[in-house]
């Protein structure tokens, strides 16, 4: 069974960092591309970023471009999403994902239960 469990989130005030994780068993990091998407109240899940298996390939969302860096570790089967410069509107549940055509498509094959990101005075 495919688990992708993230932490990290949490009360920052603007313009603050924080930095979530994405654990996954090693079958899953190894075979998708990974990446995390947003989601606020009342909004739609949207795409945030996503780095292949072997990291030759990034993509951001054009909103959080030169704030947000995603990056995998293999020997710990994890994917962080460093977010500095937060403002209000980061504030959301991020959600881990696991996808072949994750950058292509933004087709998700697995999701995570997700974790709550505050952005707050």
């Known amino acids: 069974q495919v688990q992708l469990v993230e932490s990290g989130g949490g009360l920052v005030q603007p313009g603050g960092s924080l930095r979530l994780s994405c654990a996954a068993s090693e079958r899953t990091f190894s075979a998708y591309t990974m990446g995390w998407f947003r989601q606020a109240p009342g909004k739609e899940r949207t795409f945030v970023a996503a780095v292949t298996r072997n990291a030759g390939n990034i993509d951001y969302a054009d909103s959080v471009k030169g704030r947000f860096t995603i990056s995998r570790d293999g020997a710990k089967n994890t994917v962080y999403l460093q977010m500095n410069s937060l403002k209000p509107e980061d504030s959301a549940v991020y959600y881990c994902?696991?996808?072949?055509?994750?950058?292509?498509?933004?087709?998700?094959?697995?999701w995570g239960k997700g974790t709550l990101v505050t952005v707050s005075s």
């Open positions: 994902a696991a996808g072949t055509r994750l950058i292509l498509s933004r087709t998700v094959d697995y």
